[in-house]
């Protein structure tokens, strides 16, 4: 079993930037962070693979955000510039054996932490 804990959320203006963290209790797992807003599906952000040579970020967050990972200590990040009001939503990143922008192939989840930029 596989515990994730999100951390950096927080209300920011538009053209900001924070920065999410992503503590996981092993790290032999891809990473996957999703958002998901107000009556939207949830969306994947960012995977990347165990090793952290692996990192994508989908289009619609590209050249803004980037994903990395911190092997030693098992903590993935989430950076995030150029913040849109479009970015508000509740952030979550998930573990899971295959590094996919599918949600539902990801086995643990964090809380989640949320993002509002304003």
């Known amino acids: 079993h596989v515990q994730l804990v999100e951390s950096g959320g927080g209300s920011v203006q538009a053209g900001g930037s924070l920065r999410l963290s992503c503590v996981a209790s092993?790290?032999?797992?891809?990473i996957g962070w999703f958002r998901q807003g107000p009556g939207k599906e949830r969306e994947g952000v960012g995977v990347?693979?165990?090793?952290?040579?692996?990192?994508h970020v989908s289009d619609s967050v590209k050249g803004r955000f980037t994903i990395s990972r911190d092997k030693g200590k098992s903590t993935t990040y989430l950076q995030m510039n150029s913040l849109k009001p479009e970015d508000t939503a509740m952030y979550y990143c998930?573990?899971?054996?295959?590094?996919?922008?599918?949600?539902?192939?990801?086995?643990?989840w964090g809380q989640g932490t949320q993002v509002t930029v304003s």
């Open positions: 990347i693979n165990p090793g952290g040579s692996g990192a």
């Open positions: 998930a573990a899971g054996p295959f590094c996919t922008w599918r949600p539902d192939v990801y086995d643990y």
């Open positions: 092993g790290y032999a797992y891809c």
